[in-house]
């Protein structure tokens, strides 16, 4: 099997070449946009899918268009502003903007969340985005002192897209995020870097006409295929990914995703392997031979509903099965996520503060509500580096058999000023059984931390500080440890 990577320069070029309309993308891990969004949608003014990022600027633009402003209150006003001054800057047509980032500090987060902090102690990161009527090219590197994976430059967030009618194809490595959660993704977070691949993606939710389908809402539809081309036990993997979902009423929103590693050297990597891969005759002993097994597979549903008559509350939910139970193809081993949101003003503060449980560890029956089965999420028998890519989960950042409680709150000023502090206790490898493919702890640790971060908007660009504490508990060794975290970053856009 060949690698993706060397096919994408090809991909590019092609790209660039064909005849049609393109979308800026908006990536995870912009606390402010996604606040903005959340808050705009959560008060009915406005109604577009937002539980699976990147999302399209051309989106939220048209769904800024339709709001009636008359009815907005002042920090409604406040973020309907700030989004639509971003997205006319994002979608100038025939225009260049280059932005330059810098990064540094001390013992940087190793359990990421949505926010997009440093993942080494020293970055540099230059961008250049060209916006045309047919296509867009967005070429982005980074330069990294002492990188935690090796590679001390970096092509994240490169890609190069183009629109069929109202979808999206890109090629190039770009970031995602599927799900409600604030803290973290079961099924694909921000916490791994991402790989090579190719992505067809719909550019705007717009609902069905058909009165047939038309019950659905605003839907969306995102598929995806990337090359593993780090250094695996299965080398050149191959992760598929595809998520759709649906807004049937106004503040509630229906995900369906699922992701599988396949493909790869000594793997079948054939379209009848594919095929059963998508049909889901992938269980050894079960509806397929152990040698013809197709790959590794995770899906579920996640939801998020905002309840209505003006309350300010959420409530969301993702439950993400492993595989398949042993006596059957249905989804039986279950990861759940549970959190609420709780949104409103303080002064002249827009605020929303969450709370938030993860659970990793596996749980039998229809609804994970019965037997424990450690030592089962993000892992395979056949792709023994686990749902993991470059040393870090796909999944959840606090990796399998892990517990996670958190507690964390968003204020943002008018002016674009952004607070975020976050308190989070987690139980890692709790099973206590030696694991050296768990990318957080091989033996079971508790882990208490606290985190802040201040985002300041100025005429020079956008400065972030962050700091944080955080305390081990060793339970293997029975050793307590400390330390702290702190960073500096700069973006000129």
């Not at 490169?158 to 009618?165: D, N, P, R």
């Not at 058909?210 to 019950?215: C, G, N």
């Not at 998020?304 to 595989?323: C, F, K, N």
């Not at 059984?433 to 971060?453: C, E, F, G, K, M």
Request: aromatic fraction near 10%.
């Amino acid at each position: 099997m060949q690698r993706l990577s060397p096919w994408l320069g090809p991909a590019l070029l092609g790209l660039c070449a064909a005849n049609a309309a393109a979308e800026v993308l908006a990536p995870p891990g912009d606390l402010r946009i996604r606040h903005d969004i959340d808050l705009l949608n959560d008060t009915r003014a406005i109604d577009i899918a937002s539980t699976a990022w990147p999302i399209s600027w051309g989106e939220i633009q048209t769904a800024l268009r339709s709001t009636d402003q008359a009815t907005l209150t002042p920090n409604q006003r406040a973020a309907y502003d700030r989004l639509f001054r971003q997205s006319r800057d994002e979608l100038e047509p025939d225009f260049l903007t280059v932005n330059v980032r810098a990064a540094v500090g001390e013992q940087p987060r190793f359990i990421r969340t949505f926010e997009n902090t440093p993942r080494d102690e020293r970055e540099l990161t230059a961008k250049v985005t060209w916006v045309g009527e047919r296509f867009t090219i967005n070429v982005q590197g980074t330069i990294v002192d002492d990188s935690f994976d090796g590679d001390e430059f970096r092509p994240d967030g490169t890609y190069v897209g183009m629109a069929l009618g109202n979808w999206m194809l890109t090629a190039g490595w770009q970031e995602r995020w599927w799900g409600p959660g604030r803290d973290g993704s079961l099924i694909l977070g921000t916490n791994h870097r991402p790989a090579p691949g190719i992505t067809l993606q719909r550019n705007n939710s717009t609902p069905f006409e058909t009165p047939w389908l038309s019950w659905m809402g605003p839907w969306t539809f995102t598929t995806f295929m990337q090359q593993l081309d780090d250094d695996r036990v299965v080398n050149d993997a191959l992760l598929f990914g595809i998520r759709g979902s649906i807004r049937p009423v106004k503040g509630l929103e229906i995900g369906l995703s699922r992701t599988a590693q396949w493909c790869g050297d000594d793997r079948p990597c054939r379209l009848e392997t594919f095929g059963d891969l998508l049909l889901g005759r992938d269980n050894r002993g079960v509806n397929v031979d152990a040698e013809d097994e197709p790959g590794n597979q995770l899906g579920g549903i996640d939801i998020r509903w905002s309840l209505p008559g003006g309350v300010p509350v959420t409530a969301y939910m993702q439950w993400i099965g492993e595989d398949g139970r042993g006596g059957g193809d249905g989804i039986g081993s279950w990861l759940r996520q549970l959190g609420f949101e709780f949104h409103g003003d303080i002064g002249g503060l827009s605020h929303r503060t969450h709370v938030e449980v993860a659970d990793t560890e596996c749980r039998e029956g229809g609804f994970g509500f019965a037997d424990r089965k450690p030592n089962c999420a993000y892992e395979h028998p056949i792709y023994n580096s686990g749902y993991r890519y470059k040393g870090k989960p796909i999944g959840h950042s606090i990796d399998g058999d892990g517990l996670s409680y958190s507690i964390g709150s968003t204020l943002v000023q008018s002016a674009g000023h952004v607070w975020n502090i976050s308190l989070r206790h987690m139980e890692l490898n709790r099973q206590g059984s030696p694991q050296p493919n768990h990318s957080v702890a091989p033996t079971a640790r508790d882990l208490t931390d606290i985190q802040i971060t201040y985002e300041r908007q100025s005429r020079f660009g956008r400065f972030t500080v962050g700091a944080g504490y955080v305390d081990i508990d060793d339970r293997a060794s029975g050793i307590a440890t400390s330390d702290t975290s702190v960073f500096v970053q700069w973006q000129s856009r």
